[in-house]
T-cell receptor, first 115, second 115 residues
Framework: AQKVTQAQTEISVVEKEDVTLDCVYE???????LFWYKQPPSGELVFLIRRNSFDEQNEISGRYSWNFQKSTSSFNFTITASQVVDSAVYFC????????????FGQGTTLQVKP | DAGVIQSPRHEVTEMGQEVTLRCKPI?????LFWYRQTMMRGLELLIYFNNNVPIDDSGMPEDRFSAKMPNASFSTLKIQPSEPRDSAVYFC?????????????FGEGSRLTVL
């Protein structure tokens, strides 16, 4: 069975602090995809990144970076120099080979960035 | 460009009533997904279509739920009769196709409250 665990329910930081959101996944597929989505207060889910199981290179996009480690089945997300606008619920998700639209979501981590 | 459009944004109804949620996917996208978000179960896939054909409806809770996609630009999710436990936010999402990168474009959701 596939499963995504986001152990951190809520995180609160002060603006400009760095923050890491943890994600641990379980799957028996050898080919799979990992995602992060952001859900701001307005409610819609916004795609942030996709990673396939064969690409363990870390990725940086502006203040965002992702650390994918197959050895620990983790796909962590770091926001550097957090801003108030980063306040949202962040979801890690997993899909198996063959259907990248059927996502298994974690429970989400609520990030609050205080000014 | 218009994103995924859902209606209504909010619906309050009484137990036993029929509820119809509507979705217009992004033009050119061939896959459409219905997700449900609740506090207890998080985000879960109900059904998805590819080229207007239902591919996987294993997430549909029970026979009270039905979904249709009569054409490439419109889909409905119907609950009849509705029950209080159906209260949730229902998201529609679309992607270029089911084999795509998993970059789903979500609508703003329809918040359903069944009294």
């Amino acid at each position: 069975a596939q499963k995504v665990t986001q152990a951190q329910t809520e995180i609160s930081v002060v603006e400009k602090e760095d923050v890491t959101l943890d994600c641990v996944y379980e799957t028996r597929d050898t080919t799979y995809y990992l995602f992060w989505y952001k859900q701001p207060p307005s409610g819609e889910l916004v795609f942030l990144i996709r990673r396939n199981s064969f690409d363990e290179q870390n990725e940086i996009s502006g203040r965002y970076s992702w650390n994918f480690q197959k050895s620990t089945s983790s796909f962590n997300f770091t926001i550097t120099a957090s801003q108030v606008v980063d306040s949202a619920v962040y979801f890690c998700a997993l899909s198996g080979s063959g259907n990248t639209g059927k996502l298994i979501f974690g429970q989400g981590t609520t990030l609050q960035v205080k000014p | 460009d218009a994103g995924v459009i859902q209606s209504p944004r909010h619906e309050v109804t009484e137990m036993g009533q029929e509820v119809t949620l509507r979705c217009k996917p992004i033009s050119g996208h061939n896959s459409l997904f219905w997700y449900r978000q609740t506090m207890m179960r998080g985000l879960e896939l109900l059904i998805y279509f590819n080229n207007n054909v239902p591919i996987d409806d294993s997430g549909m809770p029970e026979d009270r739920f039905s979904a249709k996609m009569p054409n490439a630009s419109f889909s409905t999710l119907k609950i009849q009769p509705s029950e209080p436990r159906d209260s949730a936010v229902y998201f529609c999402a679309s992607s270029l196709d089911q084999w795509n990168t998993g970059e789903l474009f979500f609508g703003e959701g329809s918040r359903l409250t069944v009294l």
